[in-house]
């Protein structure tokens, strides 16, 4: 690790990295690769002499990237977007940079405290309720991924429970979502010992656009106690993964509120939107929630991994959560003085996450955030007013925000309807010039077309509109 | 994220970085802050509109450093090393700039295969038996932590096990371990739902080096079937968090293989040596582990995070950790043609942490690998001589890696020795030249020495030890 070594080829490195966004749209979208491709390109032991940068550096071009899916790319459209930016990646950078390990307080505390700063800065932004600041018994914390945040709320939830009612009744807990709920929670509960016959996956209906009914909640927590078992989590979604239905949180919470359920809300995609005063009526009744969770990664121009939790009890993820080994005992720690954020977390290490959180909202500003969110909300109703000028389609589910559901119209039976979609969809991300996603809707098979990377323009979305139109034409025809 | 600018702010980075690197000795090794120091630094909310990068980076000087724990630092002794280094660094800047999320395969066929590619790459430098190797049943897996390593196995064990007995009966499995095991495994057993009751934690001693004593796990299995309890996992230690302890893996591996128990072994910080023939020994059993871990993020040169996991029955992992949403599914997937590692872990999406092995392998090759561990340990047998050399020390368990335990004598009682040693530690790591750490072994409070960062030379190791003489005259002085 000499530091001149360092700059010379970290300077090389930034030319790669700068050219490769540069080109990003010269490369398919989607990886058009077949699986083992790489094993054939490289050798089977490492190497025992070193080698070159240039060589790896080649070899990232001529292997490596042809089995890139580009998530950085202007014309990728699928699942949710992961968006990288500059302030993100030199906070990414510095991050690394400082290769700190900041499970304790201790091991370095500006890690800790400017995670509290900047969480509270966003909790802010989100208008999010005093009872999720640092400053009272909640707090923020980043977590890897929303699945590790519902777990560790999970966790947090099931104990506390448990602490009353006694640990061998964890065969009666009964947690509650939607159809349209993550999945991420379905894992939560696998990890967590909950019973699969006591989660609850409560039907949607397209008349409800897909949000969780409060009537069906009530019904199945009467039901539940009648037979005795304990409801004791709800997990509510602003923003579901397949159409981004927003549950009504304020009814949720008082049917969480009067039964004692721990109620988490999953704003991993939408979250972000709601920095603008315009959306954040979305997020009415998270008042009421005990947890609280966004993804910066996903549309706040924070590289991966970012995932904003707020808590507003901490004490119990740490009860949770906490050991308390003689090698990692200190002084601030025993004195209660700080937070360590190793209690808050699954893993024991972390890296120093917060300084790219920081770095996007200080070279950006919230007012550039917005125009950022604003701008691809306006890109998404482009796509679909242009979706609903072509009668051969129809939209799905009302968007809300920049993801358009949709899907080609066909006179067959429902499962050809679906086979044609499914067929369009592959056909469209043949071409790698743009790649979407999809989902099932209603048992409608139903194409995806999510708006959200840093570099989408409005003439992204109107080609890939083009593309799709043209696939459909094509693929009629053949009919 | 326009790539002229990206490039022009990401140089400035690069230079900033590299002046930390050359100037990373004027620091106090650990940060000499108080609590709550940076809350006052900062505003109290987000810019609302966007900020310099100079003002961010003059700020990271002037307010963040202070109160930086510098890791990289040559005069980092304290807890086990956490490497950064050119090729690991470049590696970090690469994977943020492509800043994909490879859940799975086809999200990034590269990023699945490089993974498997460079864990068999570093399966074969370590002689791991063919099992773990992915071209048969098992496979390796980059995790963050060895905290996530333990508990992905300890759940695909447990759920084994229940698969065959009943999810009724976790109340009924057992989980062994030494008190030298790291405090993670107490940590997933929280997670899992294990019973604390449950969870034998067998004393060592210091006549065994603290190692797992096989007679008595022997006994605790035959005790726990007596009154109709189910043994199931048992976490063997190569290289202890609190002095290097390397428990008998063959006399364990067979009586877990006779009682049908999981037995992982966690190397976190050992297995690095474990490249070097000479110390392979110390993994002889492994042949008959369910799993081994290693952390290439500690002593690797592999910036944090990245935890190297195998498993020899992948498809046990899988049962347990899988989910298959709908907005997933993809041909390649379903079709059973490829790995998803989203299905071998806790969260959902992951960084392309590969490239940054991938790169260490490659840019420094084994030979120089081998060396650099090599070196660290003749630099902590140095370390040992010359505490060897001064009466008023002892060394207070058997080296053997990069790990030297010490302390102070004292002709007092107990306490007085355990006090002054907590004194000289506070002394020592108040100077700020250098940071040192502490366990307890045997109740005698242990300083721990680690040789582990890239920068460390013998000035530095020499240097230490002349400061820790010289505060324990002072502190004996004022007795």
């Known amino acids: 690790m000499d530091s001149e070594q360092l700059r010379e080829y970290a300077h090389q490195m930034v030319d790669f990295i700068a050219d490769y966004y540069k080109n990003i749209e010269n490369h398919p979208v989607l990886s058009q690769v077949q699986p083992g491709y790489l094993r054939e390109l490289l050798p089977e032991t490492a190497p025992i002499h070193p080698e070159a940068l240039e060589d790896v550096l080649s070899d990232v071009q001529s292997k490596i990237f042809p089995g890139v899916t580009h998530w950085q790319s202007p014309n990728f459209f699928a699942y949710y977007p992961s968006n990288s930016s500059i302030a993100g990646f030199l906070g990414e950078m510095l991050s690394a940079g400082i290769n700190m390990v900041g499970f304790s307080w201790i091991t370095s505390p500006a890690a800790t405290e400017l995670e509290m700063i900047v969480l509270d800065w966003l909790a802010k932004a ?45 065969g009666k807990l009964v947690v509650y979502s939607s159809d349209q709920t993550h999945s991420a929670l379905q894992k939560a509960c696998q990890i967590a010992g909950i019973h699969p016959e006591n989660c609850r996956v409560l039907k949607t209906d397209s008349c409800d656009d897909y949000a969780l009914s409060p009537k069906a909640l009530s019904e199945a927590i009467t039901h539940d106690l009648s037979v005795g078992l304990v409801p004791f989590f709800l997990c509510a979604t602003v923003g579901t993964t397949s159409s981004t239905a927003v549950d009504p949180l304020l009814a949720l919470a008082k049917i969480a509120k009067d039964n004692g359920i721990w109620l988490h809300v999953d704003a991993a995609y939408a ?23 966004m993804n910066a990664h996903k549309w706040f121009l924070t590289n991966f991994d970012c995932s904003a939790l707020w808590v507003k009890d901490r004490s119990a993820l740490i009860l949770s959560l906490s050991t308390n080994p003689e090698f990692l005992k ?49 890109l ?7 979706v609903n000028q072509d009668s051969r389609f129809e939209i799905v589910a009302p968007r809300k925000f920049s993801l358009v559901c949709f899907r080609l119209l066909h006179q067959q039976d429902d499962d050809s309807a679906n086979k044609v979609n499914h067929d369009l969809l592959d056909a469209v991300n043949a071409t790698g010039r743009i790649y979407i996603s999809h989902t099932v809707l209603s048992n409608k098979y139903t ?11 409005e003439k992204h979305v109107v080609d890939a509109w083009k593309i799709l139109q043209d696939e459909a034409s094509t693929l009629l025809r053949s009919l």
Chains 1, 2 share one sequence.
């Open 380 to 386: 998404a109703g482009l796509f679909e007013e242009l």
């Open 271 to 293: 979250g972000s939107s709601c920095i603008c005063p315009e959306f954040r009526h979305y997020l009415d009744g998270v008042e009421e929630a005990d947890s609280f969770n």
């Open 447 to 457: 194409l995806r077309f999510a708006v959200g990377a840093p570099l989408t323009e």
């Open 330 to 378: 200190n002084k601030a720690s025993e004195r209660n003085l700080v937070v360590d954020y190793k209690d808050w977390q699954i893993p024991l290490g972390r890296r120093f996450r917060s300084l790219k959180l920081w770095m996007v909202l200080r070279l950006y500003g919230l007012e550039n955030l917005q125009a950022y969110i604003r701008n691809h909300i306006k």
């Open 126 to 170: 989100l208008n999010l309720p005093d009872d999720f600041l640092s400053t009272g018994l909640g707090g923020g914390v980043i977590q890897g991924t929303a699945s590790e945040a519902v777990l560790v709320v999970l966790l947090a939830a099931r104990d506390k429970v448990l602490r009353s009612i006694g640990k061998d009744a964890l």
